[in-house]
């Protein structure tokens, strides 16, 4: 893999979203590294393996940690890390928060699948 090669971790419990994610994410550029249905086994890798991923896709409603406490959790770890939210829950109150506090993106649910590959590969250019 050479070093312009994306390594790319998600966090998402919706089979349908990744598989929506796989799609996109895996492409000459880019590959999924890792994929965790839960905040708790993302924490419990990233702090062995924080230097790893160039981005993270996290949902926000998982069971046992959430994509919100996972947020804060990985910023302890790892601040740099960009994130993106690719979620239904569309509160412009918790988006703008996120935003502010560091998120990269956040992408609501239902998404078109071009605009999802769109939207992710623009960040990606900018890492």
Avoid at 77 to 103: D, M, R, T
């Amino acid at each position: 893999m050479n070093q312009n090669h994306k390594k790319i971790v998600i966090c998402e419990d919706d089979p349908k979203t990744l598989r929506d994610l796989r799609i996109v994410c895996n492409t000459p550029h880019s590959q999924i590294i890792k994929e965790f249905t839960n905040g708790i086994e993302l924490i419990e890798w990233l702090k062995n393996n924080s230097k790893e991923p160039n981005l993270i896709i996290l949902d926000i409603i998982m069971k046992r940690m959430d994509g919100f406490v996972a947020f804060h959790e990985i910023q302890k770890i790892n601040p740099k890390i960009p994130i993106i939210f690719v979620s239904i829950e569309n509160s412009a109150s918790l988006i703008k928060y996120l935003v502010l506090n560091g998120a990269k993106d956040f992408i609501t649910k239902p998404y078109d699948l071009e605009q999802l590959r769109l939207r992710i590969l623009k960040n990606l250019q900018k890492l």
